[in-house]
T-cell receptor
Framework: DTGVSQDPRHKITKRGQNVTFRCDPI?????LYWYRQTLGQGPEFLTY????????KSRLLSDRFSAERPKGSFSTLEIQRTEQGDSAMYLC????????????FGPGTRLTVL | AQSVTQLGSHVSVSEGALVLLRCNYS??????LFWYVQYPNQGLQLLLK??????LVKGINGFEAEFKKSETSFHLTKPSAHMSDAAEYFC????????????FGTGTRLTIIP
């Protein structure tokens, strides 16, 4: 069990640029979640996948955000035309498909938009 | 809609003293409840979870929590604080039944006084 990995760990970009983050879940987990955490707050749900299907998206996920999980393995989260308000920690988690199962979190990608 | 309230954004205890971190939830259905810990610049690590089995749940690092339905609470305790317990602690709830996204509280920062 190698855990959930995320890349990059830190990203600094200028306003208006596009950024893409990658998440590799634990290998036998077929559910993958994205959360966003701003300073001093708890993580907020963005979206989740079961295998390659995106099953739910939060209202926080504006049109500038898109997430994919093309083969049901790794996932990418893209933010287009970044804004300063997008600065946050983006956390990925994975779990098996069973009720109440534990979500295991990766180390996160910290995005800073200048 | 479910929500989580963590009373006390900052808690300080002396080394060796009792740790008590408070969490109250609101949920329209019997919930699954979790406590996660976050160390600086890291992702979240599961401490313990309640999934409708025993109401007293034991977790890692000597932590435990008791589910009290009548009080809608799931407070986290540890009999004797250690310096390594200094971190941010998050309570979270998920309704299960196909709705697996976690709803987090705003967190409690625990400081240990030597």
């Amino acid at each position: 069990d190698t855990g959930v990995s995320q890349d990059p760990r830190h990203k600094i970009t200028k306003r208006g640029q596009n950024v893409t983050f990658r998440c590799d879940p634990i290998s036998e987990h077929n559910r993958l979640y994205w959360y966003r955490q701003t300073l001093g707050q708890g993580p907020e749900f963005l979206t989740y996948f079961q295998n390659e299907a995106q099953l739910e998206k939060s209202r926080l996920l504006s049109d500038r955000f898109s997430a994919e999980r093309p083969k049901g393995s790794f996932s990418t989260l893209e933010i287009q035309r970044t804004e300063q308000g997008d600065s946050a920690m983006y956390l990925c988690a994975s779990s098996r498909r069973s009720e109440g199962d534990t979500q295991y979190f990766g180390p996160g990608t910290r995005l800073t938009v200048l | 809609a479910q929500s989580v309230t963590q009373l006390g954004s900052h808690v300080s205890v002396s080394e060796g003293a009792l740790v008590l971190l408070r969490c109250n939830y609101s949920s329209s259905v019997p919930p699954y409840l979790f406590w996660y810990v976050q160390y600086p610049n890291q992702g979240l690590q599961l401490l313990l979870k309640y999934t409708s089995a025993a109401t007293l749940v034991k977790g890692i690092n000597g932590f435990e929590a008791e589910f009290k339905k009548s009080e809608t609470s799931f407070h986290l305790t540890k009999p004797s604080a250690h310096m390594s317990d200094a971190a941010e602690y998050f309570c979270a709830v998920t309704e299960g039944f196909g709705n697996e996204k976690l709803t987090f509280g705003t967190g409690t920062r625990l400081t240990i006084i030597p």
